[in-house]
């Protein structure tokens, strides 16, 4: 694969090289999305824990 990229022109090289960041900026922002949507779900649910490093690892030790 490295190879079929290394025979293109530097102009298409960037460009390719555009395209990929674009798409994994749009996968990574796709991610963001689901993560708030799952939080805010278990937020409604009410099952978010809230509170301190302390009270996470009191919880954590019961």
Not at 19 to 30: C, G
Not at 40 to 61: C, P, S, W
Request: no cysteine.
């Amino acid at each position: 694969m490295l190879e079929a990229i290394e025979s293109l022109s530097i102009d298409d090289q960037a460009a390719l090289l555009e395209i990929i960041q674009r798409r994994l900026i749009e996968h990574r922002r796709a991610e963001i999305a689901n993560n708030i949507a799952q939080t805010k779900a278990a937020h409604q649910a009410g099952t978010v824990f809230r509170g301190t490093v302390e009270d996470a690892i009191a919880e954590l030790n019961r």
